[in-house]
Structure formats: C-alpha cells, structure tokens
C-alpha cells in the first residue's frame, strides 16, 4: 500500500468590509479575509496539503493571484480542482485533520457544515475530515484578530 502525507497552511488577514468564508461556507462576523479569492483559509490549508502530499507545488502554482479568473473565486472550486489533480495520480484520500486559528468569531457551532462541504468535494465520509478551532489567547496578530490562520493534514493512500 502506498501513503503519502501532505501538510498545509494559509494565513490571511482580517478586514472590515469582507466577508468570511471558512471550510466552503460563510460565517457571520463583522470581519471578513482579505484575498485575492474568496480567502477561504481553510480549504486553502487543505489545497496546500493535499498537492504537497503528491509534490504538486503550492495553490499557489496552481491557481496563481496573479490570474484574473480567479478573482473573488469560491474557493471550493479550486479545492474540487485541487481533487481531481489527486484523482489523477492514482490517489484517494483517507482523512484530513485541520486546525483554524480565530479569536472571534466562535467557529465550533459551525463545524459540522463545513465537514459536510468539505466531505462532499472530497468524495469522503463526514467521519474522514476533522476540524479543530482555537484562539490565539488575544497574542499577536491571530489574537488581536488582525489575521486569521488554519493548518492541515492529509493522508493519501494509492488506488
């Protein structure tokens, strides 16, 4: 059996005047992420880990900031893209574990949506994508809610 595991981060800061997508749903807040997309931070972390995981380069490689057609994008398109490059390698994904870094606002309510939006895109069970929310205890930029941050984890398993 073959694995591969991938890791991934984003950061983005945080502005009024936005709003905030995290795991491919909008959450209420009065700020939202700064991006050249819709700043999903979230499936952006997941982006990064799935591709990394098969030496695909970055989201950033793939769906560069510098393109206009992916101004303001949802980014659940570029993580079901993301997908089918996995798909194409012959991999499958067994679980995904991320973490989003957030003073405010209170993201454990909205979890189990996310999951079910992520698991949808991923061709995965709701059981198969974990999500964790934490503060940064109001230190730095996280805590003073200046920006907004998620790491992810994934194994890949051949098919």
């Known amino acids: 059996m073959k ?3 991938g890791f991934g981060v984003d950061v ?5 005047e936005r709003k905030l997508f995290l795991g491919g749903i909008e959450i209420p807040s009065d700020l ?4 050249h997309s819709d700043a999903d ?3 952006h972390a997941i ?4 591709l990394g995981a098969l030496n695909l380069r970055d989201i950033g490689f793939h769906f560069s900031d510098q393109d206009p057609k992916y101004k303001n994008i949802d980014s659940k398109l570029l993580l079901k893209d993301t ?7 012959g991999f499958k994904i067994n679980n995904i574990d991320a973490t989003i870094i957030a003073e405010k606002p209170k993201l454990n309510p909205h979890i189990p949506a996310m999951q079910s939006v992520i698991s949808k895109l991923l061709e ?3 059981d198969a994508v974990s999500i964790k929310a934490t503060t940064h205890e109001k230190v730095d930029s996280f805590g003073k809610r200046e920006a907004i941050k998620a790491y992810a984890v994934c194994l890949l398993i051949a098919e």
Do not use: F, N, T, W
């Not at 982006?47 to 799935?50: E, I, N, P, Q």
């Not at 997908?83 to 390698?89: A, E, G, S, T």
């Open 83 to 89: 997908y089918q490059l996995i798909k194409q390698k």
């Open 32 to 35: 939202g992420a700064l991006g």
């Open 41 to 43: 931070v979230l499936l």
């Open 3 to 5: 694995l591969r595991i």
């Open 47 to 50: 982006c990064d880990a799935l």
């Open 12 to 16: 983005h800061q945080l502005v009024s």
């Open 124 to 126: 995965v069970e709701e």
